[in-house]
C-alpha cells in the first residue's frame, strides 16, 4: 500500500509541475493579449517572471505557489506522510493518535495564524468568540 501511496504521490507531482507551466504560461499570454499587468500580479506570477530561474527552482521542491495552486503541494505533502504514519499505526496503535495531535498542536500554536475560534463576535451577536 505504502509503494501505491508513493507512486499517487509522484503522479499528483508529475501534475502540479505541468499545471504549473501551463498556468504560468496562460497568465503571461493574458496579460501580453490584452495589455494588463495586473493579471501578473494578482495571480502571485510576477516573482517568476523577475527571476524564472529561482523561481522553476523553487516550483520543483514545492515552495513558489501561484494563486490557485497552494493546495496540491500541502496534499501532496500529506500524502507522502500517510506511509510514515501508517508504520507508526502498525507499530503501536494506542500512540499515533497523540502524536499526530501533538505535532498538529504543537505546529499551529507556532504559528501566528489565527484560526476559526480567532474570530472577532460578529456585530449584534451575543456570541463572543475565545480570543475577542
Not at 496562460?26 to 493579471?39: H, P
Not at 514545492?62 to 500517510?82: C, E, G, K, Q, S
Not at 463576535?121 to 463572543?128: K, L
Amino acid at each position: 500500500m505504502a509503494m501505491q501511496v508513493l507512486k499517487r504521490c509522484w503522479q499528483l507531482y508529475a501534475a502540479h509541475i505541468l499545471l504549473f507551466i501551463f498556468f504560468i504560461a496562460q497568465i503571461s499570454w493574458v496579460a501580453v493579449r490584452y495589455g494588463n499587468a495586473s493579471f501578473i500580479e494578482e495571480l502571485n506570477v510576477q516573482a517568476f517572471l523577475d527571476s524564472p530561474l529561482e523561481s522553476v527552482l523553487d516550483a520543483l521542491i514545492l515552495r513558489y505557489r501561484p494563486v490557485n495552486l497552494d493546495v496540491l503541494p500541502m496534499y501532496i505533502a500529506l500524502l507522502f506522510a500517510l506511509p510514515l504514519l501508517l508504520v507508526l499505526a502498525r507499530l503501536s496503535r494506542p500512540l499515533t493518535p497523540g502524536a499526530v495531535a501533538g505535532a498538529v498542536v504543537g505546529r499551529a500554536e507556532s504559528t501566528t495564524w489565527p484560526g476559526p475560534c480567532m474570530r472577532p463576535a460578529m456585530s449584534g451577536s451575543s456570541t463572543r468568540w475565545p480570543g475577542s
